[in-house]
């Protein structure tokens, strides 16, 4: 168990230091990006044809990645007040029994989604799907947003198996609540 448990967070810090540093440079490139366009639309006149697409995609892109470090920090789908009320009057198994739970419901959930936009992925490929200004294929769109929810059904995957070892190990008697959770 202790080995999973290493294995888990090694892979939870790859994810966070590397995917979250990624999105993060997306997101600060597209922001600044967008700052040039304005200036160029209402300064100069111009613009890129294809930039607000651009801006678009790659902003709702990074965000898809960056799901699975929203996951890492149990601060995605949160619900607080019901874990806090729960935990502040002593159930405490109740909040390790529900946090195995929901880390279920977000592994079937995602995965599902994930595993489901292969036919959206081959019909974009297909028919050659741009953006409006039909200059961006839509392809690596869907692909990045299989990416984030299948990173996310992962980590919400191995949360549900260190769940299922700290209930087992009873852990939730001696914890404190988390900030933010999943429940």
Not at 50 to 71: C, E, K, P, R
Request: net charge neutral; charged share 15%.
């Amino acid at each position: 168990m202790n080995a999973f448990l290493a294995i888990s967070q090694s892979i939870k810090n790859w994810v966070d230091n590397v995917i979250g540093w990624l999105s993060a440079a997306m997101l600060l490139v597209l922001t600044l990006f967008a700052m040039v366009e304005i200036v160029r639309r209402y300064i100069f006149g111009v613009v890129f044809e294809w930039g607000q697409d651009a801006i678009i995609v790659g902003m709702i892109s990074a965000v898809a990645l960056y799901f699975g470090v929203t996951q890492i920090r149990r601060s995605h789908l949160v619900m607080n007040a019901i874990i806090q009320l729960l935990h502040s009057r002593g159930y405490y198994r109740a909040v390790g029994f529900l946090k195995i739970i929901v880390s279920a419901i977000i592994v079937l959930f995602c995965g599902a989604i994930g595993i489901t936009g292969w036919p959206t992925l081959s019909y974009a490929l297909e028919r050659d799907l741009t953006t409006y200004s039909l200059l961006i294929p839509l392809w690596p769109f869907y692909v990045l947003l299989m990416i984030g929810f299948l990173l996310m059904a992962l980590i919400a995957l191995l949360q549900l198996v260190e769940d299922l070892i700290s209930f087992q190990r009873r852990e939730y008697l001696n914890t404190e609540i988390e900030v933010t959770t999943d429940v």
